[in-house]
DNA sequence: GGATTCGCAACTAGACTGGTTACAGTTCAG
DNA sequence: CTGAACTGTAACCAGTCTAGTTGCGAATCC
């Protein structure tokens, strides 16, 4: 039943969208309206984010954040770390009681069982740059011609792709 | 934070528990003993072992729960898909407002990155079973000589390793 | 029939998530 | 220098999940 937080998906959709804004200071406020939630939300991400080194905030009037590296450089797994800092992913249960050779060791042997799952998990996030989803997302470049500053709605007529 | 419940661990720590008892019929009581929990959430956990069809388990007075299988062949996915039966491992955001178009394919995109990575864990975890655990913990082939029936606890002054 | 054992429902406390309000601090424009 | 536009953060909330616990009916064996 549990599942890793949508912080991480927020988290993605916030860089990308900072990565097709770039060079612009964006406030959380214009950032909230696209990932569809609260701007205090986006500013909690972006307490992670900026302590991860991934984006830049400018508070005060006309400040906003921005990307802090180029989105080549930014991998999944960066944001995985940033937002979702738990150092093992499988939670182990209770040390076992009694002297039972199965409760000996059980906890050492899962947690190596479990890192390396973990471990095999992430190595597919840090294959994944945000210039790569910012590409399978709109099909441009990440570098291509920027939009005109605001614009972000389409010409209107193309529905959404959804997978 | 979130985390992977300990239900796969105490999962794993029953099986292998399980295995070095082969041929027994052992109760929940007994299990929590060794797990160090209540012996309903055995049962519990017992329930979803059963309906992946991990073990047998049979009511009434000298009854409980013995592998249903070969320790070989079972394996940490197989316990983490019994008892952890969530699709994705990956929470998406709600769905993106406005027509930008970051907002109109990214969860897509995300599915696609999320899904690999689950995948690459899930490989990790198939990759090892319940024999292996047992090895790993108790230093003894899952086939080698049962031990005297009731006798769990060493002869008392090796400590635990603990990793 | 009585003892043993599972299956399951119901309830609990604790933690985490995402949303919301509120407010102090920072920065800029005029 | 004042006001507007921002961020940062604390506080609170409802919803959900987890693991533990109690209680009881049903199955099974002696």
Redesign the interface.
Known sequence: ??????R???A??VL??LA?RRGEAVTSDTIA?????NPVVVRRLMGSLRNAGLVQVQPGARGGAQLAREPQNIT?LDVYRAV???P???????????????????????????S??????????GA?TIAD??H???GRSCCGPQPAKGE???P?GRP????
């Open positions: 039943m549990s599942t890793i937080s949508s991480v998906a927020m993605v959709h990308a969208f097709r309206g696209s990932v569809n939630t999944v979702e800092e738990k093992d992913l499988f939670a182990l249960h209770a040390e076992p009681r009694g002297d039972c050779d199965i409760g000996g060791n059980i906890r050492g042997v899962l947690r190596g069982v479990f390396r799952a973990h471990g095999a998990m992430q190595r597919e996030l994944v989803v910012f399978d997302v709109t972000c709605r389409q209107a959404h792709a959804e997978a």
